[in-house]
């Protein structure tokens, strides 16, 4: 009976293992999911996507299942298939497109891979846009958030401000209020208030340096500081709150508001004799980085009442941070050596790596956080991938004068379609 019950357990075990045999052997034969090469298309165009290297190693039928799991803001892209290892869609925006591809086989094993689709624009270029002097330079442009057809253009001595409604060519003059009397009075700020407008910020630098606020669209403009101010920034998340540089170019403090200008507070642990390069705020929360010439990158987690300095190498060299609105753990930082390229960091400004955008002032598309631009010495250059890659789109015609200028090149993206961009020059440049 012993005899019996040996043999029984025996071929129990037997077949325990040779079911856990069977099952890692199927798990070795799990089909093979190949999603095909990453493509770079033209807005407009059909890309096909090919999945048709993929297989089961036991040689048994697949089925396909394809999914668009991230696409460009504003991108209305859909799969269509005629052949299911071989779908097609509409690249409809520039930006980044993932597709995830799953492929099954008999008993329902599965395996998936990814690719990506980069749609670039196809005959986009840039448009000097008239109405403007062709001998005017503009130092400073910004454009309204929620009528993005009008933008503000910073001149200098007799012009003032120029303005359009039209996204195209009708400028004016909207200069009422303001105070020039010196061809070395230049206009090198302009900020709209993102909750509200039509109101409009100005900083003049000059011989008349003041720093005024318009409360009906530019038609007219009040002083609210006497002293040159080098930077503004407003904090996106309560406008009420502004931040700024002031003093001369290498002797500059900082300060803040708290009710859009009427008053200010030194930010006594800031208050120093370094050169302000750059305040950029979390449109998230109360974090604001100030970068200060040679010293490195201050971050307050209270909106300004403490700080740390980040001084470590390669931020004590930045020349210009920029903050992406999408992700505020992501910075961009550029270097003061043109030959360089910008650094990022996605731990808030901690540890940084190297990128491919090239030394300039950077800015990051408001609603797709893979598109950056690079704004310098060659005019804009551009990321499709957050940095990783990028292409000269131009313009390639700016005047020396504009190249060696001590002010940075104004740019503005267009947030109702980030394809349009806005550069100030020799006038402005628009790029659709």
């Known amino acids: 009976m012993d005899c019996i019950k040996k043999i029984l357990i025996l071929i129990v075990i037997l077949l325990m293992s040779g079911c856990k045999g069977s099952s890692g052997g199927g798990n070795s034969n ?40 991230q696409k460009p803001v504003g991108s209305n892209a859909t799969l269509l298939s005629t052949n299911p290892s071989q ?5 409809d925006q520039i930006g980044k497109y993932g597709i995830n591809l799953t ?22 270029t840039w448009h000097h846009l008239t109405g403007i002097p062709s001998d005017r330079q503009i130092y400073s442009i910004a454009i309204d958030p929620v009528n993005t057809n009008t933008l503000y253009a910073g001149s200098g001595f007799s012009d003032g401000i120029y303005k359009i409604t039209d996204g195209g060519s009708t400028w004016v003059t909207t200069s009422t209020g303001l105070y020039l009397t010196s061809s070395t009075d230049i206009v090198t700020i302009l900020e709209v ?13 000059g011989t008349d340096s003041a720093l005024y606020k318009s409360t009906n669209s530019g ?22 709150i502004l931040y700024q ?11 803040q508001s708290t009710n859009g200008g009427l008053t200010w507070t030194a930010l006594s642990t800031m208050t120093g004799t370094s050169q302000i390069l750059s305040i950029v705020v979390d449109p998230s929360y109360q974090i604001v980085y100030v ?21 470590s190498n390669p931020v004590s060299s930045f020349l210009n941070i920029a903050i992406d609105p ?52 060659l005019g804009v250059v551009m990321s499709l991938d957050g940095g990783n890659t990028t292409t000269t789109i131009g313009p390639t015609n700016l005047p020396q004068y504009i190249l060696v200028s001590q002010y940075p090149l104004g740019f503005a993206i267009d947030t109702s379609n980030y394809n349009t961009l806005y550069l100030a020059a020799d006038g402005v440049y628009k790029y659709y």
């Open 245 to 255: 540089a002031i003093g001369s170019r290498f002797s500059q403090s900082l300060s």
């Open 30 to 69: 799990l089909p093979i999911a190949n999603a095909g090469q990453n493509q770079t298309i033209s807005v407009g165009s059909s890309v096909t996507l090919d999945g048709s290297k993929s297989y089961d190693p036991n040689g048994y039928p697949l089925t396909y299942w394809w999914k668009i799991e």
């Open 193 to 205: 208030d993102p909750k509200n407008p039509s109101t409009v910020y100005a900083g003049v630098v």
């Open 291 to 311: 970068l200060v010439f040679s010293e490195g990158i201050y971050k307050s987690t209270d909106g300004g009442s403490t700080w740390q300095l980040y001084a």
């Open 326 to 377: 999408n992700n505020t753990q992501t910075l961009y930082g550029t270097p003061m050596n043109g030959s360089l390229y910008a650094g990022k960091s996605v731990d808030g400004g901690i540890t940084w790596t190297n990128t491919a955008l090239l030394s300039g002032n950077i800015y990051v598309n408001p609603v797709d956080s893979n598109i950056v631009y690079s704004v310098g010495a």
């Open 103 to 124: 492929v099954s086989s008999q008993g329902g094993v599965s395996a998936s891979s990814t690719v990506s689709v980069t749609g670039i624009a196809s005959s986009a």
């Open 219 to 240: 038609q007219s403009w009040q002083v609210i500081e006497d002293i040159p101010v080098s930077i503004l920034t407003i904090d996106p998340k309560n406008s009420s």
């Open 87 to 91: 779908p097609t869609f509409l690249i």
